[in-house]
């Protein structure tokens, strides 16, 4: 699994909009994967307040599912979202990092099933709980 | 958006008043990638979302726009966002005391064609 998360395949992931958003790696298991942003003011909704824009929460929570069918599968094999629920269970204050933790509870052959749950430092009073489904393109 | 987003601004969002609907369109730019050669799903529901709420203004112009806040949302994508031209626009199908009940499409070249659909739901709180 560490050389999975080092491939290069994992590595482009890694750029592009995950690096533009600050996404790094907390931590992984066997079915799981724990993803994090630190707070950016550029990652706002509005200046004015500087409340974080859902987006990037919604990125993070993506990558993280994603990341945790790697996790689960032991390989990186390409997919696509099917689709994302979210639900905003509180508003997070400014200034904190964002971890999601994804869990990968089922896998077929063609589709794969993930929660995840995002919290702003404590795991036991979450900001947004999801439920994503995936499936793998080609082959 | 009539307020300074910064996350717009790293996405690329924009008002497109091209039809005199609230669109938001995004230009392809390297920090919108997600798997290579595509958009990362993540822009396309943050683009989504802002659209729901674009439409939201959009319905209370005129008197303003109350304090909202977000209570779901659910996406389903349809095909890859390839790099080009990104559009999104909402309509709002229910305005309720307390809760707005949005409709939003994701769509690129065609706008027959979506890359994305969403159902959002939004809080609205008056006296805030």
Redesign the interface.
């Known amino acids: 699994m560490t050389e999975l998360l080092d491939s290069s395949s994992l590595k482009r992931l890694m750029a592009g909009h995950a690096g533009e958003i600050g996404l790094r790696r907390v931590d992984h298991g066997d079915d799981w994967a724990e993803l994090a942003f630190d707070y950016d003011p550029r990652l706002a909704m509005n200046a004015a307040n500087g409340v974080l824009a859902s987006g990037p929460i919604i990125s993070l929570i993506d990558s993280a599912s994603g990341l945790a069918i790697a996790a689960k599968i032991k390989t990186v094999r390409p997919m696509a979202t099917l689709d994302l629920r979210i639900d905003y269970v509180r508003a997070a204050p400014p200034g904190r990092a964002i971890t999601a933790r994804a869990t990968c509870y089922k896998v077929t052959r063609s589709v794969a099933f993930v929660r995840c749950v995002a919290h702003d430092g404590d795991p036991a009073d979450p900001i947004a709980h999801s439920l994503a489904t995936f499936f793998f393109t080609g082959d | 958006m009539d307020?300074?987003?910064?996350?717009?601004?790293?996405?690329g969002a924009h008002p497109n008043r091209a039809t005199g609907e609230p669109i938001l369109s995004v230009s392809w730019r390297?920090?919108?990638?997600?798997?290579?050669g595509f958009?990362?799903?993540?822009?396309i529901?943050?683009?989504l979302?802002?659209s729901c709420y674009e439409a939201l203004a959009h319905e209370f112009r005129g008197t303003g726009l109350p304090k909202v806040?977000?209570?779901?949302?659910?996406?389903?994508?349809l095909r890859?966002g390839l790099m080009t031209e990104t559009h999104a626009l909402a309509q709002i199908v229910r305005i309720g005391k307390r809760v707005a009940n949005a409709s939003a499409l994701c769509w690129q070249d065609d706008r027959s064609k979506p890359i994305a659909t969403a159902r959002m739901h939004i809080l609205i709180d008056r006296q805030g």
Request: zero cysteines.
């Open positions: 307020f300074d987003s910064p996350y717009a601004e790293v996405i390297p920090a919108i990638e997600g798997r290579p958009i990362h799903g993540g822009v529901a943050g683009l979302e802002m806040k977000p209570i779901n949302i659910a996406v389903d994508y890859g």
